[in-house]
Every structure is written in structure tokens, then in C-alpha cells.
């Protein structure tokens, strides 16, 4: 872990295959991460150092902000029961809204919705849309 800025930047939300986004938004701040390894040693204490500084290099390159890292981390110490927990363990901990394009909430109208319980928002100039219930509950922008 040497030689990292202060704070690092999540500025983009990453959209999968199946049409989804990250509820999580904001930044990394190192010494946040730093603190919830440290909790994550006394949860798991034969981890070693060398973990912590590749589980820093993952979560950098998986864009994760504060709060995405603690709830993976509180979510292995809740659920995890073998001895050592693996990187992937945490790196894969994530919670996503489902992106609906224009024609799947028609679909979803047609099926019983209202167009009341959708909001849009715009991904690189592309308009989805989200449950609102969904977009007020994770705070999620009107454009990415």
C-alpha cells in the first residue's frame, strides 16, 4: 500500500451485460480502507500483509467507494465461514439497480406498472430507466 494518494475517485458507474448499476457512488479514501482492513485482520487474523496489498490493488482497479468496501467487508464477517477468506470474497460484493431500456418498462406497464414508478436516468447519453422506490432509496443521479 505505498504511495497512494489520499483519496481515490469513483467517477464512473459500471454497467453489465444485463443492463444494471452499482447502487454505490463516491469515493475510496485509503485511510477508510486501510481501517476496515484493520478490521478485517482482527475478524481473520492468520490473513497476511500481503493480502491487504493486493485486496488495495483490487479495489482501486473495481472502482469501490467507502461504503461498497465496508459492506463487503461487514458481509464477510457475517457470512463467511471457512478459515481464510479469498480477495474474490470481497471484490465480488456488490449491489445493483436494474437499468430497464424504454421498451422493457413498456412491457412492464402493459404487465400492471405505471410509468409513475419508473424514474430515468442517463448513462453516457443513454436513457434508462429505474424504479423510483430504487432511486430515492440509493440517492442514484440523473446522469453518469
Sequence with gaps: MRNLPDSLQNISQQIT???????????????FAIDQFKRLKNAFPNVSP???????????????????LKDAID????NFCYPNPSISNIISFDKRVKLHPY???????YNGWSFE??????????LFWITK????????????
Excluded at 75 to 78: C, P, R, T
Excluded at 133 to 144: S, V, W
Aim: hydrophobic residues 35%; proline residues 0%.
Design 103 to 109: 421498451g422493457e418498462v413498456c412491457e412492464l406497464v
Design 17 to 31: 451485460q444485463n443492463n444494471s448499476i452499482s447502487i454505490y457512488q463516491g469515493n475510496l479514501n485509503v485511510k
Design 75 to 78: 458481509n464477510l464477517i457475517d
Design 50 to 68: 500481503v493480502f491487504n496489498d493486493i485486496l488495495m490493488e483490487r479495489i482501486k482497479e473495481n472502482k469501490f467507494t467507502n461504503q461498497r
Design 133 to 144: 422506490a430504487e432511486k430515492e432509496q440509493y440517492k442514484i443521479l440523473d446522469e453518469y
Design 117 to 126: 414508478d419508473f424514474a430515468h436516468i442517463k448513462i453516457k447519453g443513454k
